[in-house]
Every structure is written in C-alpha cells, then in structure tokens.
C-alpha cells in the first residue's frame, strides 16, 4: 500500500479528542471510557473511516471504535468525524496488538477489505487467519459476532475455511452483496470503488456460541 503523506499530519493526531493516545490503559475497561454499559462493535482496518463514522451516527446506543495501523490514513478520518459523536474513539495500531487493547468487552468485529495478502508465506497476517481468531476469542464480550467484506474471492474463502474450522456458523453469506441493496446501507471507501467498477462484494456473518465459563 502507498501512502500519500497528509500535511499537517502530527497535529492533526495530537490535537483530535477522538484519537486514544494509551489505549492499552483501558484494557478491560473501554466502557469507562465511554461512561455507559453499552454494547461496543469495532473495526480492524478503517481506512478513512466512512463505514464507522456513519454507523456511529445512526446508533448512539452503541460505542464504535476504529483500529488502523497507519498514521497518516488516521489523520484523513479524524477531521471528517462529527465532533458531537460520543460514542466513537479511534486507535491507531497494529492488529497484532488487539489482545493488548481489549478484554472480554467487544460484542461485534467488522473485518472490511482486509489486506489479502495474497503470498502464501503471508497467510497468517490475514486478519481471518488462525492467529487472529485466536486473539479475538480473549476480547469477545459474550457470543463471537464477526462480519466480513471483501471483493478479493481467494481470501474471502480462505477466510470461509477459517472461520469453518474454529467452529463458526456462517450466516447471511452473499457472492455479490449490492445485488439488492437496501438505499441506506452503509458502505466503506473501498467498497463504492469497488462496486462502481462493477466487482462483486463477497460478505459474510461468523457467529460462534461462546464457551466461555464466566459470560
């Protein structure tokens, strides 16, 4: 991925209020940081933002939190956030270090075109590999509630095998997801690209019954 430098870059990230500077602080504890109970559904891989920053809008009664690894793709989404949202936080990390972030608090992960990377040698960065679902077993609040969106068919069932074989019931799959969609369905950057250009959208719900002693 190459990434075009955004001017103004560092204070743009030090001076947004929605920006989580030491999220590891709130391990475990996230909904202090909102002050409610309510459910909170995050995004790993943002990009700008769009799909979070609207979903935050329509659903006040739920916190949102979007995770992206790159600095200067953070600082594009932050001046675009409404600054009346209350229930939206931004962290700039690497996936690798979601475990560290969170504690049995997360209701919903949204995975939306994910890098795929496409090498082999690379399939456990994908962030439907074992290695991530492994870590989201531990940051899972109840049940395990992952949605999915992708137009690159190779990991789309490379992740189908994935979520198979850790025991997820695959729900509402689609080979071509804006077939029939709804006027108000919300979509990412990535996506209205996509889609414009004709490609299919390949989505699906991963739901997995938690075994979890202590809900």
Same mark, same amino acid.
């Given at each position: 991925?190459?990434?075009? /430098?955004?001017? /103004?870059?560092? &204070? ?6 929605? !920006?989580?500077?030491? =999220? ?10 909102? #002050?409610?109970?309510?459910? @909170?559904?995050? &995004?790993? *891989? ?5 799909? @979070?920053? &609207?979903? +935050? ?5 739920? /916190? ?13 989404? %932050? =001046? ?15 996936? !690798? ?24 040698? #690379? #399939?456990?960065?994908? %962030? ?8 989201? &077993? *531990? @940051? ?5 509630? $992952? ?7 190779? %990991? ?10 850790? *025991?997820?019931?695959?729900?509402? !799959?689609?080979?071509? !997801?804006?077939?029939? %969609? =709804? ?17 299919? $959208?390949?989505?699906?719900? +991963? ?9």
């Amino acid at each position: 991925m190459r990434l075009r /430098n955004v001017k /103004n870059k560092e &204070e743009i990230l030090n001076s947004s209020s929605f !920006l989580v500077k030491a =999220p590891k602080e709130y391990c475990g504890k996230w909904n202090s940081y909102f #002050h409610n109970s309510n459910p @909170i559904y995050i &995004e790993i *891989g943002m990009g700008k933002g769009k799909f @979070i920053r &609207e979903l +935050a809008r329509r659903n006040p009664n739920i /916190n949102y939190i979007g995770i992206e690894k790159y600095d200067s793709v953070v600082a594009k989404c %932050l =001046p675009k956030i409404d600054p009346d949202l209350k229930n939206l936080a931004i962290i700039r990390m690497d996936a !690798l270090e979601i475990d560290q972030v969170f504690s049995k608090e997360i209701s919903r992960i949204y995975l939306n075109f994910s890098d795929p990377w496409p090498k082999k040698r #690379h #399939h456990l960065r994908r %962030l439907s590999s074992i290695v991530f679902l492994k870590k989201y &077993e *531990g @940051i899972f609040k109840d049940d395990f509630d $992952i949605w999915m969106r992708t137009d690159n068919s190779s %990991l789309f069932c490379y992740s189908l095998m994935s979520f198979s074989e850790e *025991g997820y019931v695959l729900k509402n !799959l689609t080979l071509d !997801l804006h077939k029939d %969609l =709804p006027e108000d369905f919300v979509t990412t950057e990535y996506e209205d690209r996509f889609s414009n250009q004709g490609m299919p $959208i390949y989505s699906v719900e +991963a739901v997995k019954v938690s075994n979890k002693v202590n809900k």
